[in-house]
């Protein structure tokens, strides 16, 4: 009784949270297109944004830094603008064009020209050797690239200088996504971050699938936003070509720790004579299976 109550609290926990991540990834963006309708200074939003994070971040660190008594990582004024400035400027004009696209844009144009950032993602994480180049990855950009043209074509909503600001801001988010990455994972920063998998990376993807599908029909029902049969059949190839990147990323951060592990035995003798012996036991059991067959 006492475990399957344990459970049923993980399990509602879990559901919660998924929730709170719903709601707040789904509600910025119509808060946001509220906003700018509202209040439309686009770039002011942006530096107010921007200027509040930057109060509470500085308030977290200084919260952090009384808990554990220890001095936090600080970076150098060198290191600020060669590594961090430019990860810093692209994320602020990723955010400003993208809450300007909202004057233009409706809810759904702007949700599925924001997804081809993964496409510019591959793109700087192959120009920056993160990423190698395979057959996969082109069937990927081909898919993103196409379904983002088959929903733009001919939409009845179309404006072009909404679609060229967000399209921008897709481009910036590419940048900045790889810059992070490059500067989160430099050990000798003290920044080593963002190569934690319960904070960044996504192993499935029906929570970006279902995330887009929920943006893209509260937007026809609540907004008025019109899609035609073109447009869905776009949406649906831009989300296979992301469906498969995230496949193929939880794929290859498998294969990853499988390596690091094998690695870590080979270095240990005792835990590598421990795996021998359980490969001899496994292969006696398989002989003695035939036999008696």
Not at 16 to 39: E, Q
Not at 243 to 260: D, F, M, P, T, Y
């Amino acid at each position: 009784m006492g475990a399957g109550a344990a459970a049923l609290g993980r399990a509602a926990l879990a559901a919660a949270l998924v929730l709170l991540y719903y709601g707040f990834s789904i509600g910025i963006t119509f808060y946001n297109k509220w906003l700018i309708k509202s209040f439309p200074f686009p770039l002011l939003a942006t530096l107010l944004h921007l200027l509040l994070i930057f109060a509470l971040s500085a308030l977290a660190r200084a919260l952090a830094r009384c808990r554990s008594g220890r001095p936090r990582a600080t970076l150098s004024w060198a290191d600020c603008l060669r590594r961090a400035a430019p990860a810093a400027l692209s994320t602020s004009l990723d955010i400003g064009l993208s809450n300007w696209s909202f004057l233009y844009v409706t809810v759904s144009l702007y949700t599925m020209t924001k997804s081809s950032a993964i496409l510019f993602i591959l793109l700087f994480s192959l120009l920056f050797k993160l990423e190698e180049m395979r057959v996969a990855l082109v069937l990927v950009v081909l898919l993103i690239a196409g379904g983002l043209f088959m929903f733009t074509y001919k939409s009845t909503q179309f404006n072009t200088q909404g679609f060229v600001l967000v399209l921008c801001a897709s481009f910036l988010g590419g940048v900045r996504w790889t810059l992070t990455q490059i500067l989160m994972q430099k050990a000798e920063l003290g920044l080593p971050l963002s190569i934690s998998e319960k904070l960044f990376h996504f192993h499935e993807a029906g929570m970006l699938l279902s995330l887009e599908i929920c943006v893209l029909f509260l937007a026809t029902h609540l907004l008025g936003d019109h899609l035609s049969l073109l447009n869905w059949l776009g949406f649906a190839v831009c989300l296979s070509g992301i469906s498969l990147h995230v496949i193929l990323k939880a794929i290859n951060a498998k294969g990853e720790k499988a390596l690091n592990l094998n690695e870590e035995a080979s270095s240990d003798p005792d835990l590598e004579l421990l795996l021998h012996h359980a490969e001899r036991g496994e292969e006696e059991e398989e002989v003695e299976t035939i036999q008696q067959h």
